[in-house]
C-alpha cells in the first residue's frame, strides 16, 4: 500500500514553461487536494475533487488547472511558469469530505521557477 | 474554519513528556479539533482529533477543554523523530473541506 504518491519529487522550470504534477493514491479514496507551502508557511489549497471528473478551485487557483479523469490520479498542470509559483506542492487524499476524516499527505514536490 | 493560536517554539527533552497548547476561544460546535505535524522535508501526517472528549491514539493525546476554547497535545514520551512543525486545526463537521494551516508550532527535541 504505496499510500499517496508524487511524481515529480523536484523540478526547475524556467519562466513561461509549462507542466504536469502527478498525484497518485492507492487507497480508493474519493477526495483529492492539491497544496502548495511556501517558506516557513502553512500549506494553502489550490484545487480539490470531491470525485473522478470533478474539480473545484480552493483558496489560491489562479495560474494552475487540474484534472481528475481517473479516480487514483489528480493532475497539477502550469500552464505557463510564473516565479510567484516557486514553492513546494503536496497532493492529499481522503476518504470523504468530513470533519471526522483525516486527509493524508504525500512528500511533496520541490519546483522551482527562474 | 475558526482561528487557532499556538505557540511558534517550543522545547523539550528527549523521553519527557512534551504538551503543545492551541487556544480556539471561537469554536463552534460543530467543528472538531485536528492536529497534524510535519517533519523535516516530509508532507503532514495526522495525528489525532477529537470534538469534546479527550482522546488517546498510538501516537499522541488530546485533551480538550470543558468549554473547548482550548486543547493540549501530548506527547508522553518525545523522541528525537518527535521533532515537527505542529498544526492546530478546527474543521467544521458541517462543511469542512480543505484542512486550513496556520503556522503551526516548531518542536524541538534535546537529546
Known amino acids: 500500500n504505496a499510500g499517496v504518491t508524487q511524481t515529480p519529487k523536484f523540478r526547475v522550470l524556467k519562466t513561461g514553461q509549462s507542466m504536469t504534477l502527478l498525484c497518485a493514491q492507492d487507497m480508493n479514496h474519493e477526495y483529492m487536494y492539491w497544496y502548495r507551502q511556501d517558506p516557513g508557511m502553512g500549506l494553502r489549497l489550490i484545487h480539490y475533487s470531491v470525485g473522478e471528473g470533478t474539480t473545484a478551485k480552493g483558496e489560491v487557483p489562479d495560474g494552475y488547472n487540474v484534472s481528475r479523469l481517473k479516480k487514483q490520479n489528480f493532475l497539477l498542470g502550469l500552464e505557463s511558469a510564473a516565479p510567484s509559483q516557486t514553492s513546494v506542492y503536496f497532493c492529499?487524499?481522503?476518504?470523504?469530505?468530513?470533519?471526522?476524516?483525516?486527509?493524508?499527505f504525500g512528500p511533496g514536490t520541490r519546483l522551482t521557477v527562474t | 474554519d475558526a482561528k487557532t493560536t499556538q505557540p511558534n517554539s517550543m522545547e523539550s527533552n528527549e523521553e519527557e513528556p512534551v504538551h503543545l497548547p492551541c487556544n480556539h476561544s471561537t469554536i463552534s460546535g460543530t467543528d472538531y479539533i485536528h492536529w497534524y505535524r510535519q517533519l523535516p522535508s516530509q508532507g503532514p501526517e495526522y495525528v489525532i482529533h477529537?470534538?469534546?472528549s479527550n482522546v488517546n491514539n498510538r501516537m499522541a493525546s488530546l485533551a480538550i477543554a470543558e468549554d473547548r476554547k482550548s486543547s493540549t497535545l501530548i506527547l508522553h514520551r518525545a523522541t528525537l523523530r518527535d521533532a515537527a512543525v505542529y498544526y492546530c486545526?478546527?474543521?467544521?463537521?458541517?462543511?469542512?473541506?480543505?484542512?486550513?494551516f496556520g503556522s503551526g508550532t516548531q518542536l524541538t527535541v534535546l537529546p
Open positions: 486545526i478546527l474543521r467544521d463537521g458541517g462543511s469542512a473541506r480543505q484542512l486550513t
Open positions: 492529499a487524499s481522503s476518504y470523504l469530505r468530513g470533519a471526522s476524516y483525516e486527509q493524508y
Open positions: 477529537g470534538l469534546t
